[in-house]
């Protein structure tokens, strides 16, 4: 309760926890309150905002309402932005803590192929993912993921490495434990705080790069996203800029909300931690 | 046939460069439900004799062999099987649980690892292990930090029997108690033994403690046997430097009669 208390006490934190209340309600609402198809037709094209009141934002180059366009992108940059740093905390975690746990050839193999993938900046490796198997939501999660699980990998190792030297891991070998119950169920919940500490930057970066695959044309096709959106706009920059500003600052909101709530929850953690 | 036979175990660590001996040359026997005491000053390599007899760490030389046969060729399923019959207590019993776990999860740990109890007969069984040690019932369900430190230690107790083991390795197991809680640990350990023949290899660097539960020591100076007997003769008339130094350096020796 206190550390709910203290949460609130943090201005950051709460303006960033409105942000992505706001973002929430608009990808759970999307359909409700734009039902049918967002890239359809449904006004005259290029009409500017503010203009007619059942199309707040105006419509692009097509004729396609914006502010329906909007929600359903809200949807898109949530779902892989969650998505993708689920999955590479997960993976990290897992890699990280058999490396540290195991040790040597194990952990050797492994930090080698995190050094590989560390060597590609993580947006190439994902550009070069979804240009070879094609885009759809799954491929663009997963290229995210892959191009940021060894942070997370990194970190949990070190921890697993200070975790098993402790006696309570002694004491599960004596017991005669499996190693594999050891590393999951022993070690790895106390390994995970400093791992998931990262998460909203990891979710932030996330949700850039789906924007930016969006961007160049690499996000999935049957899918509004704020990337597409801005890409779309870029060609009537001059006449209706708009239609990439309404899409950037949403993307601008959205990673601001996600790193202020963020550092708040762990902010508010790591004082409890301090005072117990 | 003893119990347990330790011969030439030698163990090296590297510091700075030049291997250093933590245990050189050990050689012992435990029998069946009797208290062989290792006591020595800091550092003399008790606690690696400990994990070297617990396959925690592996010997340079030696032979370990337990109950009849060379326990250092066990390996996987054959040494996790074998590891029901040989526990251990640690010093801090905080250190020595998951911070994330209840007494009851301690306890089944064990019990579901050797398959000793179906799940629905385990909390019944976790009962009656609390009960063996002296504690409420109660205590299943709360968490490891929450009780007291003799509390905690008593559950260690509980958590190195639930497998029916003949032997248990204490690790300065009462060092951390208060004067008082110590007497009733000591008083618990030594009606166990009397009841179930468990053997305990009892290390501590209290010889007040050692001559009142241990039927036999073994005195300790970096990594060598210095001495070794009958507990009371040993510690009443010592004859090495070690033995001397740790008797005068004993305040009063006979605080404990459990
Ligand atoms: N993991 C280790 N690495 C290097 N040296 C060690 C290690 N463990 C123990 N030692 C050394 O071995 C010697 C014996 O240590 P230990 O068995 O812990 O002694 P005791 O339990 O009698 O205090 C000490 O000199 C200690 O520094
Ligand atoms: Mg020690």
Redesign the interface.
Known sequence: MSRLRRFLHTPEAVAGAILLAVLFAMALSASLLFPGDPQAIAGPALLPPFQDWSLPLGTDRLGRDVLAELFHGARTSLAVGLAAAAAALVIGAVVGTLAGFAGGLVDEVLMRIADAFQTVPGFLLALAFVSVVGPSLGVVVAAIALGTWTGPARIARAEVLSIRE???V?????????PLEIAFR?VL??ALPPVLAMSSVIVAAAILTEAALSFLGLGDPNRVTWGGMIAEGRTVLRTAPFLSIVPGIALVLTVLGVYLAGEGIVETTAVRRGLS | MSLLAVSNLTKNYRRTGKPVAAVDDVSFTIEPGETLALAGPSGSGKSTIARLVLRLIEPDAGRIEFEGSDFLALRGVALRARRARLQMVFQDPLAAFNPRATVARVLDDPLRVHGIAPRTERPRRIAALLERVGLAVDLAPRAIHEISGGQRQRVAIARAIATKPSLIVLDEAVSALDVSVRGQILDLLLDLQRRERIAFLFISHDLGVVRAVAHRVILLDAGRIAESGDARTVIDLPQSAVGKALVAAAPRLNRYRP
């Open positions: 402790r006696d309570y002694a004491g599960a070998r004596v017991i005669g434990m499996h022993e919940p106390n």
